[in-house]
């Protein structure tokens, strides 16, 4: 059985800055795009990052360009999610997805595996 979970989240003060994590088990996700996306209440999931099997290949969100990196551990079975210069409206709970693919979608719909999701909460 495939599980992500991630890890990290937390409350912030504007400006400041979290690492998220998603440990994954069940298989080998170290040639398989992963994403993160987030969810604020009342909004529609939204697009944060992706990344490719290899890691070569990544794809931000604009809203998180120049903020947030995704980087992925593939002999840990994990990718992570560096966001700084935080912001009150990047208030939400992340969510780690996997695809079958090597090549990262940016859909929501595209991914086959998803975490639980963990809170990241930005005070201003």
């Known amino acids: 059985q495939v599980q992500l979970v991630e890890s990290g989240g937390g409350l912030v003060q504007a400006g400041g800055s979290l690492r998220l994590s998603c440990a994954a088990s069940g298989r080998t996700f170290s040639s398989n795009a992963m994403g993160w996306f987030r969810q604020a209440p009342g909004k529609e999931r939204e697009f944060v990052a992706a990344?490719?099997?290899?890691?070569?290949?990544?794809y931000y969100g604009e809203s998180v360009k120049g903020r947030f990196t995704i980087s992925r551990d593939n002999a840990k079975n994990t990718v992570y999610l560096q966001m700084n210069s935080l912001k009150p409206e990047d208030t939400a709970v992340y969510y780690c997805?996997?695809?079958?693919?090597?090549?990262?979608?940016?859909?929501?719909?595209?991914?086959?595996?998803w975490g639980q999701g963990t809170q990241v909460t930005v005070s201003s």
């Open positions: 997805a996997g695809d079958s693919g090597t090549i990262p979608p940016l859909r929501s719909s595209r991914y086959d595996y």
């Open positions: 990344i490719s099997g290899s890691g070569g290949i990544t």
